[in-house]
Antibody, heavy 122, light 111 residues
């Protein structure tokens, strides 16, 4: 069974840092692109960052560039999002999402974690 | 960035009746590989989003066939042939052709 379990959220002051983790199981982690997508309370969805299966390619939304770093530890089956210089507008539930990309189909965002809440406030 | 505009933003529906949600993209969504990476997601209250449809019209395995997606170019539609109580929630369109990936504002489906 595929599982994605985020952790690491919490309350942090503006300007602070936080590292989110997403522990996965039930599939060969290194074969999949992974993404972080967030949702501010009561708001819509915003793509934040993506990372290739081997970790060799990372992509960021403008809102995350220079402040967030996505990484992965494939032997540990874990995805990370290191967030620094946090702002109030970063307050959101952060979801990790798996993307299927094969010869037959790509950009299929088939599994989403339950999310972890990050609150940036003084 | 590609702007995704959904209509309506709220849709009162009657059980057993059809429902339809539209999504317009500010740019075409055909990628160099010829595919159109237009997705529809459902978010039930208190739950993470769930992918329903990808590449405009392909239902993910396990998604009821009362859900259908269509469209081309910059105009796309999600249709529910007969709304059931479990369909209550917010529906999002999402384009995954151009970075940054972007979402519609969401359409709240309520009975």
């Amino acid at each position: 069974e595929v599982q994605l379990v985020e952790s690491g959220g919490g309350l942090v002051q503006p300007g602070g840092s936080l590292r989110l983790s997403c522990a996965v199981s039930g599939f060969t982690f290194s074969n999949y692109w992974m993404h972080w997508i967030r949702q501010a309370p009561g708001k819509g969805l915003e793509w934040v960052s993506s990372i290739r299966g081997a970790g060799t390619t990372t992509i960021y939304a403008d809102s995350a560039k220079g402040r967030f770093t996505v990484s992965r530890d494939n032997p540990k089956n874990t995805l990370y999002l290191q967030m620094s210089s946090l702002r109030a507008e970063d307050t959101a539930v952060y979801f990790c999402v798996r993307e299927v990309c094969t010869n037959e189909v790509c950009k299929l965002f088939d599994y989403w974690g339950q999310g972890t809440l990050v609150t940036v406030s003084s | 960035d590609v702007v995704m505009t959904q209509t309506p933003l709220s849709s009162p529906v009657t059980l057993g009746q059809p429902a339809s949600i539209s999504c317009r993209s500010s740019q075409g969504l055909v990628e160099n590989d010829g595919n159109t990476y237009m997705n529809w997601l459902q978010q039930r209250p208190g739950q993470p989003p769930r992918l329903l449809i990808y590449k405009v019209s392909t239902r993910l395995s396990g998604v009821p066939d009362r859900f259908s997606g269509g469209g081309a170019g910059t105009e796309f539609t999600l249709k529910i042939s007969r709304v059931e109580a479990e369909d209550v929630g917010v529906y999002y369109c999402m384009q995954a052709t151009h970075f940054p990936y972007t979402f519609g504002q969401g359409t709240k489906l309520e009975i």
